[in-house]
């Protein structure tokens, strides 16, 4: 058997190296989005070379759907540059366990990436409870609409704290 040490989604932190996704080494912060502000989202895998060439500073986001699908999920990665604009747009379903499946899902996409490409996954929340799975979940960033902003809160920001979420129980960090 071959011991290979390339970083895999899943392993542990003295195999994966110390730089990994979707392990909470910091708080994510919440993203307000204003009514003007607009998201530049790629609902098709051939339309993202066009969009990476207009777009200059605001970030891209990948619709999970597309990732998720396996034919455009192998178009995506052979056809895969590096670009740190580039994130995976997640919204929330209903259910806590279907977000953590999606989000678990999306990281063994992101493994089959060239070596140490990161592609942070960024969860659209509406309520606290969204909130409180998308941490769970282990997002790598959070996005709500302005309208939302009783999600910040200090009372919300005090429920997190108490719920330990926030806290790592990785003794590396």
Not at 70 to 82: A, N
């Amino acid at each position: 058997m071959k011991e290979t040490y390339e970083p895999i989604a899943g392993n542990p932190p003295y195999q994966r190296g110390y730089h990994p996704m979707g392990y909470l080494q910091q708080m994510p912060s919440l993203r307000l989005i204003g009514a003007n502000e607009k998201l530049i989202v790629v609902e098709s895998i051939t339309m993202l070379p066009e969009v990476l060439q207009v777009s200059d500073v605001q970030p891209i986001y990948i619709a999970a759907e597309l990732l998720l699908n396996e034919s455009s999920k192998e178009v995506f990665i052979s056809t895969f540059t590096p670009d740190e604009r580039l994130r995976i747009l997640v919204t929330c379903p209903e259910n806590s366990f279907d977000l953590i499946e999606k989000l678990r899902a999306l990281r063994g996409v992101s493994s089959l990436l060239p070596t140490n490409v990161k592609l942070p996954i960024c969860c659209y929340i509406h309520s606290f409870t969204e909130y409180l799975y998308a941490l769970i979940a282990q997002t790598d960033e959070l996005i709500a609409d302005e309208s939302e902003q009783h999600l910040t809160t200090p009372e919300n920001r005090l429920l997190l704290a108490n719920t330990l979420v926030c806290n790592t129980i990785d003794p590396f960090y």
